[in-house]
Protein backbone atom coordinates (compact mmCIF):
# COMPACT_ATOMS: atom_id res chain seq x y z
CA UNK A 1 0.00 0.00 0.00
CA UNK A 2 1.32 3.54 -1.22
CA UNK A 3 1.13 6.42 1.10
CA UNK A 4 -1.30 8.83 -1.18
CA UNK A 5 -2.49 12.24 -0.91
CA UNK A 6 -6.09 11.91 0.84
CA UNK A 7 -4.23 9.03 2.99
CA UNK A 8 -4.61 4.97 3.55
CA UNK A 9 -7.69 3.53 3.95
CA UNK A 10 -8.25 0.09 5.36
CA UNK A 11 -11.57 -2.01 3.97
CA UNK A 12 -13.02 -4.52 5.66
CA UNK A 13 -15.26 -6.65 4.35
CA UNK A 14 -16.07 -10.28 4.36
CA UNK A 15 -17.96 -9.73 0.90
CA UNK A 16 -15.15 -9.87 -2.04
CA UNK A 17 -17.48 -8.04 -5.08
CA UNK A 18 -18.28 -5.06 -2.15
CA UNK A 19 -14.57 -5.36 -0.93
CA UNK A 20 -13.42 -4.99 -4.84
CA UNK A 21 -15.62 -2.20 -5.62
CA UNK A 22 -14.74 -0.30 -2.53
CA UNK A 23 -11.12 -0.72 -3.48
CA UNK A 24 -11.72 0.41 -6.74
CA UNK A 25 -14.04 3.56 -5.62
CA UNK A 26 -11.29 4.89 -3.31
CA UNK A 27 -8.71 4.29 -5.15
CA UNK A 28 -10.15 6.60 -7.90
CA UNK A 29 -11.39 9.17 -5.07
CA UNK A 30 -6.94 9.23 -4.46
CA UNK A 31 -6.62 7.09 -1.32
CA UNK A 32 -4.33 4.23 -0.94
CA UNK A 33 -6.31 1.31 -0.27
CA UNK A 34 -5.34 -2.72 1.82
CA UNK A 35 -8.17 -4.67 2.29
CA UNK A 36 -8.92 -7.38 4.72
CA UNK A 37 -12.09 -10.30 4.07
CA UNK A 38 -12.17 -11.18 7.96
CA UNK A 39 -12.84 -8.63 10.81
CA UNK A 40 -10.78 -10.92 13.42
CA UNK A 41 -7.27 -9.68 12.98
CA UNK A 42 -8.10 -6.70 11.91
CA UNK A 43 -6.91 -4.99 15.34
CA UNK A 44 -2.91 -6.21 14.67
CA UNK A 45 -3.18 -5.49 11.36
CA UNK A 46 -3.86 -1.76 12.17
CA UNK A 47 -1.13 -1.71 14.52
CA UNK A 48 1.18 -2.81 11.97
CA UNK A 49 0.01 -1.08 8.98
CA UNK A 50 -1.68 2.48 10.84
CA UNK A 51 -3.98 3.47 8.13
CA UNK A 52 -6.00 6.91 8.82
CA UNK A 53 -9.22 5.38 8.54
CA UNK A 54 -10.92 1.79 7.86
CA UNK A 55 -14.02 1.38 6.44
CA UNK A 56 -15.77 -1.71 8.09
CA UNK A 57 -18.70 -3.80 6.96
CA UNK A 58 -21.20 -4.09 10.03
CA UNK A 59 -22.92 -7.72 8.85
CA UNK A 60 -19.88 -9.82 9.43
CA UNK A 61 -19.92 -13.69 10.69
CA UNK A 62 -17.25 -13.48 13.06
CA UNK A 63 -17.47 -9.83 14.28
CA UNK A 64 -19.44 -7.15 13.31
CA UNK A 65 -18.09 -3.93 12.23
CA UNK A 66 -19.32 -2.16 15.23
CA UNK A 67 -18.03 -4.45 17.65
CA UNK A 68 -14.81 -3.88 15.85
CA UNK A 69 -15.23 -0.34 15.73
CA UNK A 70 -15.28 -0.55 19.51
CA UNK A 71 -12.10 -2.63 20.13
CA UNK A 72 -10.34 -0.16 17.46
CA UNK A 73 -11.61 2.66 19.90
CA UNK A 74 -9.76 0.89 22.63
CA UNK A 75 -6.85 0.27 21.30
CA UNK A 76 -2.88 2.27 20.98
CA UNK A 77 -3.19 3.26 17.54
CA UNK A 78 -6.95 4.90 16.68
CA UNK A 79 -7.87 5.57 12.76
CA UNK A 80 -10.83 7.24 12.09
CA UNK A 81 -13.22 4.96 11.85
CA UNK A 82 -16.45 4.44 9.26
CA UNK A 83 -19.32 2.20 9.11
CA UNK A 84 -20.18 0.88 5.76
CA UNK A 85 -23.35 -1.68 5.10
CA UNK A 86 -26.57 -1.70 3.46
CA UNK A 87 -28.77 -1.16 6.34
CA UNK A 88 -30.71 2.51 5.99
CA UNK A 89 -29.05 5.78 6.91
CA UNK A 90 -30.57 6.59 9.52
CA UNK A 91 -29.89 3.15 11.68
CA UNK A 92 -26.17 2.99 9.88
CA UNK A 93 -25.64 6.83 11.83
CA UNK A 94 -27.14 5.87 15.49
CA UNK A 95 -25.10 3.13 15.23
CA UNK A 96 -21.91 4.98 13.88
CA UNK A 97 -22.48 7.26 16.84
CA UNK A 98 -22.67 4.80 19.14
CA UNK A 99 -19.70 3.07 18.48
CA UNK A 100 -17.27 6.09 18.36
CA UNK A 101 -16.85 6.26 14.04
CA UNK A 102 -17.05 8.95 12.47
CA UNK A 103 -19.84 8.28 10.38
CA UNK A 104 -21.06 5.45 8.05
CA UNK A 105 -22.00 4.95 4.52
CA UNK A 106 -24.53 3.22 3.26
CA UNK A 107 -23.89 0.99 0.30
CA UNK A 108 -24.83 1.95 -2.62
CA UNK A 109 -24.73 1.37 -6.90
CA UNK A 110 -23.73 4.86 -7.66
CA UNK A 111 -20.42 5.99 -7.11
CA UNK A 112 -20.89 9.38 -7.10
CA UNK A 113 -23.54 8.83 -4.01
CA UNK A 114 -20.39 6.83 -2.85
CA UNK A 115 -17.77 9.59 -2.93
CA UNK A 116 -20.55 11.97 -1.52
CA UNK A 117 -21.07 10.09 1.74
CA UNK A 118 -17.58 9.07 2.06
CA UNK A 119 -16.19 13.20 1.95
CA UNK A 120 -19.11 13.82 4.24
CA UNK A 121 -17.97 11.62 6.48
CA UNK A 122 -14.18 12.98 5.88
CA UNK A 123 -14.97 16.64 6.46
CA UNK A 124 -17.54 16.21 9.84
CA UNK A 125 -14.27 15.00 11.76
CA UNK A 126 -11.37 17.39 10.32
CA UNK B 1 -75.17 18.27 -0.39
CA UNK B 2 -73.66 19.98 -3.22
CA UNK B 3 -75.10 18.00 -6.71
CA UNK B 4 -76.99 14.74 -7.53
CA UNK B 5 -77.88 12.66 -10.12
CA UNK B 6 -80.75 10.18 -10.41
CA UNK B 7 -80.70 7.15 -10.46
CA UNK B 8 -80.01 5.15 -12.97
CA UNK B 9 -76.71 6.40 -13.29
CA UNK B 10 -75.94 7.45 -16.81
CA UNK B 11 -72.09 7.44 -17.25
CA UNK B 12 -71.47 10.02 -19.17
CA UNK B 13 -73.75 12.37 -16.67
CA UNK B 14 -71.82 11.01 -14.10
CA UNK B 15 -68.16 11.90 -16.18
CA UNK B 16 -69.57 15.43 -16.48
CA UNK B 17 -70.08 15.89 -13.25
CA UNK B 18 -66.99 14.77 -11.76
CA UNK B 19 -65.06 16.75 -14.33
CA UNK B 20 -66.91 19.76 -13.14
CA UNK B 21 -66.36 19.44 -9.82
CA UNK B 22 -62.79 18.36 -9.70
CA UNK B 23 -61.85 20.60 -12.77
CA UNK B 24 -61.81 19.93 -15.94
CA UNK B 25 -58.17 20.28 -18.12
CA UNK B 26 -57.70 24.35 -19.43
CA UNK B 27 -58.54 24.46 -22.84
CA UNK B 28 -55.24 24.49 -24.69
CA UNK B 29 -53.42 23.23 -21.98
CA UNK B 30 -50.68 20.74 -22.73
CA UNK B 31 -51.72 16.70 -21.93
CA UNK B 32 -50.21 15.67 -18.64
CA UNK B 33 -47.77 13.14 -18.92
CA UNK B 34 -48.37 10.06 -18.61
CA UNK B 35 -46.77 7.94 -15.11
CA UNK B 36 -43.39 7.26 -15.71
CA UNK B 37 -43.17 3.98 -16.37
CA UNK B 38 -41.04 1.62 -14.18
CA UNK B 39 -37.13 2.04 -15.57
CA UNK B 40 -36.37 -1.40 -17.05
CA UNK B 41 -32.41 -1.24 -15.98
CA UNK B 42 -30.98 -4.49 -15.46
CA UNK B 43 -27.47 -2.97 -14.15
CA UNK B 44 -27.13 0.88 -13.64
CA UNK B 45 -25.38 2.81 -16.24
CA UNK B 46 -23.87 4.75 -13.76
CA UNK B 47 -21.99 2.46 -11.57
CA UNK B 48 -18.78 1.72 -13.01
CA UNK B 49 -17.96 -2.27 -12.91
CA UNK B 50 -14.33 -3.46 -14.31
CA UNK B 51 -14.15 -6.82 -15.46
CA UNK B 52 -12.78 -8.13 -12.47
CA UNK B 53 -15.69 -7.42 -10.48
CA UNK B 54 -17.58 -8.40 -12.60
CA UNK B 55 -16.24 -12.14 -12.53
CA UNK B 56 -15.93 -12.02 -9.09
CA UNK B 57 -19.65 -10.98 -8.76
CA UNK B 58 -20.59 -13.88 -11.09
CA UNK B 59 -19.21 -16.41 -9.61
CA UNK B 60 -19.88 -15.09 -5.81
CA UNK B 61 -23.38 -14.32 -7.06
CA UNK B 62 -23.75 -18.22 -8.46
CA UNK B 63 -22.43 -19.54 -4.98
CA UNK B 64 -25.09 -17.26 -3.06
CA UNK B 65 -27.96 -17.80 -5.52
CA UNK B 66 -27.85 -21.91 -5.14
CA UNK B 67 -27.46 -21.33 -0.79
CA UNK B 68 -30.78 -19.62 -1.52
CA UNK B 69 -32.54 -22.04 -3.21
CA UNK B 70 -31.82 -24.41 -0.63
CA UNK B 71 -32.30 -22.52 2.20
CA UNK B 72 -36.03 -22.28 0.57
CA UNK B 73 -36.54 -25.56 0.30
CA UNK B 74 -35.48 -26.03 3.78
CA UNK B 75 -37.46 -23.19 4.92
CA UNK B 76 -34.14 -21.97 6.75
CA UNK B 77 -35.39 -18.46 8.00
CA UNK B 78 -31.65 -17.79 9.45
CA UNK B 79 -29.64 -18.53 6.42
CA UNK B 80 -32.40 -16.83 4.50
CA UNK B 81 -31.23 -13.68 5.53
CA UNK B 82 -28.09 -14.13 6.07
CA UNK B 83 -27.43 -14.88 2.35
CA UNK B 84 -30.45 -12.65 0.91
CA UNK B 85 -28.56 -9.63 2.93
CA UNK B 86 -24.97 -10.60 1.44
CA UNK B 87 -26.02 -11.04 -1.82
CA UNK B 88 -27.69 -7.67 -1.85
CA UNK B 89 -25.12 -6.31 -1.13
CA UNK B 90 -22.68 -7.09 -3.96
CA UNK B 91 -25.75 -6.54 -5.93
CA UNK B 92 -25.74 -3.14 -4.92
CA UNK B 93 -22.39 -2.95 -6.02
CA UNK B 94 -22.27 -3.52 -9.14
CA UNK B 95 -25.43 -2.06 -10.06
CA UNK B 96 -27.87 -4.90 -9.70
CA UNK B 97 -30.31 -2.19 -7.85
CA UNK B 98 -33.58 -3.92 -9.25
CA UNK B 99 -32.32 -7.49 -8.05
CA UNK B 100 -31.40 -5.64 -4.55
CA UNK B 101 -34.81 -4.70 -4.07
CA UNK B 102 -35.93 -8.42 -4.97
CA UNK B 103 -33.37 -9.84 -2.76
CA UNK B 104 -34.30 -7.01 0.15
CA UNK B 105 -38.12 -8.75 0.05
CA UNK B 106 -36.72 -11.88 0.09
CA UNK B 107 -35.07 -11.09 3.58
CA UNK B 108 -37.87 -9.93 4.63
CA UNK B 109 -40.33 -12.47 3.76
CA UNK B 110 -41.79 -14.69 6.08
CA UNK B 111 -41.51 -18.36 5.51
CA UNK B 112 -45.12 -18.01 3.34
CA UNK B 113 -43.74 -15.56 1.09
CA UNK B 114 -40.37 -16.96 0.63
CA UNK B 115 -40.94 -19.00 -2.38
CA UNK B 116 -42.70 -15.85 -4.04
CA UNK B 117 -39.85 -13.73 -3.74
CA UNK B 118 -37.14 -16.39 -4.60
CA UNK B 119 -38.89 -16.74 -7.73
CA UNK B 120 -38.20 -12.54 -8.14
CA UNK B 121 -34.41 -12.99 -7.28
CA UNK B 122 -33.99 -15.94 -9.32
CA UNK B 123 -35.84 -13.59 -12.43
CA UNK B 124 -33.73 -11.05 -11.96
CA UNK B 125 -30.80 -12.53 -11.28
CA UNK B 126 -30.86 -14.48 -14.96
CA UNK B 127 -31.25 -11.22 -16.59
CA UNK B 128 -28.17 -9.47 -14.32
CA UNK B 129 -26.16 -12.49 -15.28
CA UNK B 130 -27.39 -12.02 -19.12
CA UNK B 131 -26.45 -8.27 -18.69
CA UNK B 132 -22.67 -9.03 -17.16
CA UNK B 133 -21.99 -11.95 -19.55
CA UNK B 134 -22.86 -9.28 -22.45
CA UNK B 135 -20.72 -6.79 -20.94
CA UNK B 136 -17.28 -9.04 -20.38
CA UNK B 137 -17.85 -10.04 -24.58
CA UNK B 138 -18.81 -7.45 -26.92
CA UNK B 139 -20.28 -7.78 -29.86
CA UNK B 140 -17.56 -8.27 -32.26
CA UNK B 141 -17.03 -4.76 -34.17
CA UNK B 142 -18.33 -5.21 -38.57
CA UNK B 143 -15.21 -3.86 -39.51
CA UNK B 144 -13.40 -7.42 -39.17
CA UNK B 145 -16.23 -8.34 -41.51
CA UNK B 146 -15.02 -9.06 -44.89
CA UNK B 147 -10.99 -8.45 -44.08
CA UNK B 148 -9.58 -9.45 -47.11
CA UNK B 149 -6.76 -10.95 -44.73
Known amino acids: MTRSMRGRVLVVDDDIVALEVTRERLEAAGFGVVTRT ?6 AFIRKEKPDFVLLDVNMPSLSGDALAKLIADGDFRPRVILHSSQGRDALAVLARKCGAIGAIEKTDDDEDFRAQLDGCIRSRH | ?13 LAAMLSRWLGAPAAGAPPSPPPAPRPAIVLNPKTRRSAKVVRLYL ?8 LLQRAVEADDGATIKAQAHALRGSSTSIGATRLAEALRALEDSDSALARTA ?9 GVRAALLAELSPAPAHAAEGDPR
Open chain 2, 118 to 126: LARVESEAA
Open chain 2, 1 to 13: MDDYLSKPIDLAA
Open chain 1, 38 to 43: SALGTS
Open chain 2, 59 to 66: DDSSDRLA
